[in-house]
Structures are given as C-alpha cells and as structure tokens.
C-alpha cells in the first residue's frame, strides 16, 4: 500500500518532535533550564544560632539521570549515621563549623573537586546539613536538611563570580540567591 501525504506528512512532524525532544533531554536540568552546568561559588553561613555548634555540611556533585532520584530520596537520618557506607563512598566536600571555625565558608569555582564532578556529569548540587534536633526525613527539597539545586549559569540571577549562598538555620537549610 502507497502512504497517502497525509501519513508522510505526519509521520515527518512526528519523527522531528521526538529527535528535538530527545535532543533537549542532555541539556534541560529538572528545574527547566537549559544550559550547560559549570563549576560555581558557593557560601555556607551559620545563621547567628548556631555559630558555636559543631555541625557538618556535605556537598555532593549530583547526575540529573544516574544520582539525583537516589539523594531526593535517600534518608537524610541514615545518611549522618557512623560508618553510613553510602556517605563515606560519596565524592564530596564536607564543610565542618563549630567553636573557634568560620562560621562561613565556601566551596571555590577554582576548586579541583568541581572538575571531578562536571567530568561524571554532575548537574546538580546535593547540600546535605547534620543539623542537631532535626531528624524526621522527608523527600527531596521538603526535608530541611537537604537542598538540591542547579549548577548551569542560566538558573541564577547572579554575576557570574559571586557565589551562590545558603544560610543554615536551626530549621534548617535556606537558599538566599534569587533563581532565574
């Protein structure tokens, strides 16, 4: 049976839609915006409570594909635990404060780490904070202990050299940059 124009015209739109929607795919992060992600500043400050207590903060080079479903779900209460295996296998940068640290501090877009985690392909950033008193686990962005944001230029409104910054607060973890 010969195809009638109108099934070569549809089956044309249909073939190009799918090749521009897969071609998107590699580039679009799960908050939308499509660019290509790159090394970033980031700040940690205690919020004025917690300036004298000891507490750690992780950040971790996520994948959209391959690591991001596994950190919006993983339990953010095991992830602090001694000798949690999944936390000591992370590639990541621990920022530790306490009396007599800086109560801010800062993960430099210079940083060799960022190399490594672009090279995986890392797209996000996890931040994941071992805040005292807060232990009900939540998913994704709802626990307060865990943010989870973009590292593509195109998410933020911002110069590019100033960094990104996130205040830790006794209930729990805030973003201060404005997004795009």
């Given at each position: ?109 210079a ?7 672009l090279a ?16 009900a ?25 100033d ?18």
């Open positions: 049976m010969k195809p009638t124009p109108h099934t070569i015209i549809t089956t044309t739109i249909l073939a190009a839609a799918l090749a521009l929607a897969f071609a998107g795919c590699a580039s679009v992060s799960p908050f939308g915006v499509s660019s290509k992600p790159v090394a970033q500043n980031i700040k940690i400050t205690l919020d004025k409570t917690l300036e004298n207590t000891s507490l750690q903060v992780d950040l971790i080079g996520a994948s959209t594909m391959a690591d991001l479903p596994k950190w919006q779900s993983y339990s953010v209460t095991d992830y602090w635990q001694p000798g949690n295996t999944t936390r000591r296998d992370t590639d990541r940068v621990t920022l530790d404060f306490g009396p007599g640290k800086p109560a801010t501090q800062a993960l430099s877009a940083d060799s780490k960022w190399k490594q985690w995986t392909g890392a797209a996000n950033l996890v931040i994941i904070a071992d805040l005292p008193g807060v232990s686990d939540k998913g994704g962005s709802t626990d307060p202990r865990r943010l989870i944001i973009p590292i593509d230029a195109k998410s933020w409104k911002k110069a590019s050299k960094p990104i910054e996130i205040l830790v607060q006794e209930s729990g973890l805030r973003l201060l940059t404005p997004r795009n």
